[in-house]
């Protein structure tokens, strides 16, 4: 994820193994100190007023465009045959921690990479589909229909 991230933010990409475990070393993770009260307590303990209140804190907390100066992000555009982008590598982790939070086998590097390269083309046939029956109903509204039961049922 720290590559993907750094692509899109123009940061040089780090793979070098070694190279991450020197960066990690140099890391100090503080000890857990478990609180007495939960999340869920918190967001109980909330009233309506204090949902606004903290709303605008969140509001003001975000800093003007104008602060992040020569901020560039550039967008990632996916790519599931290009070995160097990271981006297989990150799909296929995340789905086999998810996968082995609901009981699921893991896949497999070749296995997700065919399912995501099946995603694409049935996004393109849905969206395809779905603006053919939209193309239909504005025949309807051109041929001056406009009683509601025109468009129902096809």
């Known amino acids: ?3 993907l991230f750094a692509e899109v933010y123009g940061i040089v990409r780090v793979s070098d193994r070694a190279e991450i475990a020197a960066l990690l070393c140099q890391v100090e993770v503080p000890d857990f100190q ?5 999340a869920s307590d918190a967001a109980a303990s909330r009233t309506e007023q204090s949902y606004e209140s903290l709303l605008k804190e969140v509001q003001q907390s975000i800093p003007e ?5 020569d901020l560039k992000i550039f967008p990632a555009k996916f ?3 290009n070995n160097t982008n990271f981006q297989m590598e990150y799909i296929v ?3 086999n921690i998810r996968a082995s939070n609901y009981g699921i086998e893991p896949a497999d590097r070749q296995t997700s990479k065919r399912i995501a390269g099946e995603i694409i083309p049935a996004i393109a046939t849905t969206s395809a589909a779905v603006s053919g029956l939209v193309g239909m109903e504005l025949y309807k509204l051109a041929q001056g229909h406009n009683r509601l039961e025109d468009f ?3």
């Open 93 to 95: 982790a995340t789905s």
């Open 65 to 69: 465009p104008s602060s992040f100066g």
């Open 152 to 154: 129902k049922n096809g």
């Open 34 to 38: 478990p609180t007495s009260s939960t």
């Open 1 to 3: 994820a720290a590559n």
């Open 79 to 81: 790519e599931k045959d």
